[in-house]
């Protein structure tokens, strides 16, 4: 059993465009794909006349396995769904963003749970928690 799931529509895995955002947004909606970047100048075979590239996959441990395989590939990042989002332009300053995305995440961030109906306006409620970002994690 993963501790991550897998791309929510397999048959689109490889379809979603190589520009997205990286990181942030602490909720996530889905996982559209696993994305192992690749560096010539660190080894990998150069396919792209010089320039990095990744490859795909539908499931977290086809990445794994594909990243320490193959020099000069890094970690497996996540390609994240962001329906809506908090963004946090200073610390502590939080903004709710209705504004759908893509951005590419370390895999760890998808421990936190996956976003709810409930999320977000808990997150911003008077009632919330002192460390708000507990309800990001599940633990409220």
Same mark, same amino acid.
């Given at each position: 059993?993963?501790?991550?799931?897998? *791309?929510?529509? +397999?048959?689109?895995?490889?379809?979603? $465009?190589?520009? /997205?955002?990286?990181?942030?947004? @602490?909720? =996530?909606? *889905? /996982?559209?794909?696993?994305?192992? =970047?690749?560096?010539?100048?660190?080894?990998? +075979?150069?396919?792209?006349?010089?320039?990095? @590239?990744? @490859?795909?996959?539908?499931? @977290?441990?086809? *990445?794994?396995? &594909?990243?320490?395989?193959?020099?000069?590939?890094?970690? $497996?990042?996540?390609? /994240?769904?962001?329906?809506?989002?908090?963004?946090?332009?200073? +610390?502590?300053?939080?903004?709710?963003?209705?504004?759908?995305?893509?951005?590419? =995440?370390?895999?760890?961030?998808?421990? %936190?749970?996956? %976003?709810?109906?409930?999320?977000?306006?808990? &997150?911003?409620?008077?009632?919330?928690?002192?460390? %708000?970002?507990?309800?990001?994690?599940?633990?409220?």
């Amino acid at each position: 059993m993963s501790n991550y799931p897998t *791309a929510e529509d +397999p048959n689109k895995v490889g379809n979603y $465009p190589a520009a /997205v955002g990286a990181g942030g947004g @602490y909720v =996530w909606d *889905a /996982v559209l794909e696993y994305r192992v =970047w690749c560096h010539p100048h660190d080894g990998a +075979p150069d396919t792209e006349n010089g320039d990095d @590239y990744y @490859y795909v996959f539908e499931t @977290y441990e086809e *990445a794994q396995k &594909f990243s320490i395989e193959t020099t000069g590939a890094e970690e $497996p990042l996540a390609l /994240v769904l962001q329906k809506e989002h908090i963004e946090e332009p200073k +610390p502590g300053e939080f903004v709710h963003i209705t504004e759908e995305r893509l951005t590419e =995440w370390p895999t760890e961030f998808l421990s %936190r749970p996956r %976003r709810t109906e409930k999320t977000i306006p808990d &997150f911003f409620s008077p009632n919330a928690p002192s460390n %708000r970002v507990d309800i990001l994690r599940g633990s409220v």
